[in-house]
């Protein structure tokens, strides 16, 4: 499987625009970024193999460079590749983007998940 790192230059647009529907579907749940955030990359897997199946299969389709369909991956290679990608250090600045900061918090995540909690 690829790391984000390995995609460069046009390819690198290319993995954005490609996954970003994928991702944005993973993104928008709490419960994935609580876990992310918190480092606890296992229950982030759990959450997503429950509830963002197709969205995780894209993904880890598109980084092994293969179609939704030719991938095959079994429980034990999917979870393996999910940790590895919640754990990469260039997948976890993409994953872990705050949606939006005010000025006056120090970017602190507790601070970042705190202040969108309440909005």
Do not use: C, W
Not at 20 to 47: N, Q
Request: glycine share 6%; net charge negative.
């Amino acid at each position: 499987m690829k790391k984000l790192s390995d995609f460069k230059n046009e390819q690198g647009l290319e993995l954005l625009a490609d996954l970003m529907e994928a991702a944005s579907g993973i993104l928008a749940d709490r419960d994935v970024l609580t876990h992310i955030y918190t480092g606890r990359y296992l229950k982030a897997v759990k959450v997503i193999g429950k509830k963002h199946k197709k969205e995780a299969l894209e993904i880890l389709a598109y980084l092994n460079e293969v179609s939704v369909e030719e991938y095959s991956g079994t429980p034990v290679r999917m979870a393996r590749e999910l940790y590895a990608l919640l754990s990469d250090d260039d997948m976890k600045a993409f994953f872990t983007l705050p949606p939006r900061q005010a000025a006056n918090t120090s970017g602190d995540v507790t601070e970042v998940t705190a202040e969108t909690e309440n909005e």
